[in-house]
């Protein structure tokens, strides 16, 4: 049995094995330390640009996650492993994997832009993807509304950004907009002035900008006014059932009808009866 050489078994074995595991060791202690000063460095911009908390740490999360991946791929190159393959087996397996999430990764997308451009905020009122309500979480992967009588909705972040999206809540005024009939027969300067009294008399209509009340159509059954008083937005509602109620009860007090769609038909006789 020949011997082993223990000397040159170190000399050409341990010590290159040795150097190259030191190499890779110091590779991963470092590249890590690097990583982790890079994402703190980011996390840092991004929440200075005021960034949602829970895309910052998604983002963070991805990040460390990438620089983590090229740290070992790097400490396995100095070890002497062919990193080549590797390298494209991952890039296969990411593949694989976005296909298969491809709507998942839409939803983080559009997230991420509904996160950053703000069309929508936490308690607005909007109506998106042929859905109304208030918005009470955005999330990375949908959002979450909550209806009038109390039910909630979620919404793909997909769904809401490729479509449009109405924003009640945004602008610190809203028009009410109204239509009021009246029958043919009715006095029409009667009606007009009445709408007028109604609603300049409505602690919660603003006078600037000024209300419009205006003969608007002579309909089939009805002589119609429209009636577009401006509110804070808070008080839409409000105005809108107040003045309703309102112009019912002023109009039955002045003799004012309010009619309903009617049609007259007429017989015509087109022979002689047997």
Same mark, same amino acid.
């Given at each position: ?5 223990? #000397?040159? @078994? ?10 190259? $595991?030191?190499?890779? +060791? *110091?590779?991963? %202690? !470092? ?17 200075? #640009?005021? @960034? ?10 991805? $990040?460390?996650?990438? +620089? *983590?991946?090229? %740290? !070992? ?31 998942? $990764? ?169």
């Amino acid at each position: 049995m020949p011997e082993i050489d223990v #000397a040159v @078994l170190t000399a050409d074995y341990f010590i290159p094995w040795g150097i190259k $595991l030191i190499q890779a +060791l *110091l590779i991963f %202690v !470092i590249g890590r330390m690097i990583a982790k000063l890079v994402v703190g460095l980011a996390e840092r911009l991004l929440k200075r #640009a005021n @960034l949602d908390d829970m895309l910052v740490g998604f983002i963070a999360s991805i $990040l460390r996650f990438l +620089l *983590l991946l090229v %740290v !070992i791929i790097a400490a396995l190159n100095a070890l002497g492993v062919n990193t080549t393959s590797l390298v494209a087996l991952i890039g296969a397996a990411g593949l694989a994997i976005g296909l298969a999430l491809q709507g998942s $990764l839409q939803n983080f997308a559009s997230g991420a832009l509904l996160v950053l451009f703000k069309p929508i905020a936490k308690g607005e009122f909007v109506e998106i993807a042929g859905v109304a309500g208030s918005v009470e979480d955005i999330r990375i992967f949908h959002t979450t509304l909550k209806t009038g009588d109390n039910k909630e909705i979620t919404v793909p972040n997909g769904a809401i950004f490729g479509s449009v999206i109405v924003n009640y809540s945004r602008r610190p005024t809203r028009r009410v907009d109204m239509v009021f009939g009246i029958g043919y027969d009715d006095d029409l300067r009667q009606a007009k002035a009445l709408l007028e009294e109604i609603v300049s008399n409505d602690p919660d209509v603003l006078k600037d900008p000024e209300p419009v009340v205006a003969l608007s159509e002579l309909a089939d059954s009805s002589v119609n006014f429209v009636v577009r008083p401006w509110v804070n937005a808070a008080d839409y509602w409000t105005v809108l059932w107040r003045i309703t109620e309102t112009v019912k009860l002023r109009f039955d007090e002045a003799g004012i009808s309010i009619p309903y769609p009617q049609m007259d038909v007429h017989m015509h006789r087109t022979g002689d009866d047997d």
